[in-house]
């Protein structure tokens, strides 16, 4: 069963207070890479799946989409999305991902934002998806990298001697949940490995054409030294695959 997360006021109330809420998509410092995923949207019909406070809803519109459906589990994060958009062509809807079902060759895009890895039956999802997208049609998405949600504890470890931060890799073969401590305790995400993920597309019937693990560039690294730790491990994998 899916976990109402976004809907608990503790954990609500620090979500919105991060960069990337605050921001939107430039605070995200994966998104110039997601977005050179994407086709040019003039006159395309988009999805996006768990759409949150519908920053790339509005991205999409802006740069020509003909029509957005928007989907998410929370009514909070919906309700977010619905005040900060003034657009008849997107359609705020609250479902399930673990229960989508789309009609046949309704879509050119579909687009997710680290949403994937909090569900269960992620095949269910693409078959669906797959089904949904017309002929050539593109799915682009990012997740939490499977190296960041592998661990029994996530959270760096410093070497005393030489104070070199490691990534304490455990259980990464392990697929399943994890229960992690993320704005608020009890976070339940889902863990793949990096060839289930792409099995999984495959199999559904797409043909992968990106493949991100994404890094902060030198020049991040000198305006932003915290996000050293990247180098370390990848928190975000980002994928675009093709119906076939
Ligand atoms: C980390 S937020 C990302 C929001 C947005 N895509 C962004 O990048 O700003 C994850 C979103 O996935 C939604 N979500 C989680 N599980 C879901 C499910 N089973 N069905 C639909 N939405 C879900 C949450 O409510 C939340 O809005």
Known sequence: ?????????????????????????????????????????????VLDLGCGFGWFSRFARENGAASVRAIDLSEKMLDKARSMTNDDKIEYERVDLE????????????????????????????????????????LVFSIEHPIFTAPSKP?????????????PLDDYQ??????????APGVKKQHRTVGSYINILLNSGFRLTDFVEWRPSKDELIRYPSRESEVVRPTFLLMAATKD
């Open 1 to 45: 069963m899916s976990q109402h997360l976004y809907d608990q006021d503790e954990f609500f109330q620090y979500y919105i207070k991060l960069e990337r809420q605050i921001k939107g998509l430039a605070g995200a410092p994966e998104w110039p890479q997601l977005k050179a995923m994407l086709p040019d949207l003039n006159g395309l019909s």
């Open 99 to 138: 229960e989508l079902k789309l009609t046949e060759n309704q879509y050119d895009v579909v687009f997710s934002s680290l949403t994937f890895h909090y569900l269960a039956n992620f095949p269910a999802l693409t078959n669906e998806i797959n089904k949904g997208l017309k002929s050539s049609g593109r």
């Open 155 to 167: 959270g760096f470890v410093v070497d005393e001697e030489t104070g070199r931060k490691f990534w």
């Open 174 to 183: 392990t697929e399943g949940l994890r229960i992690t401590n993320w704005l």
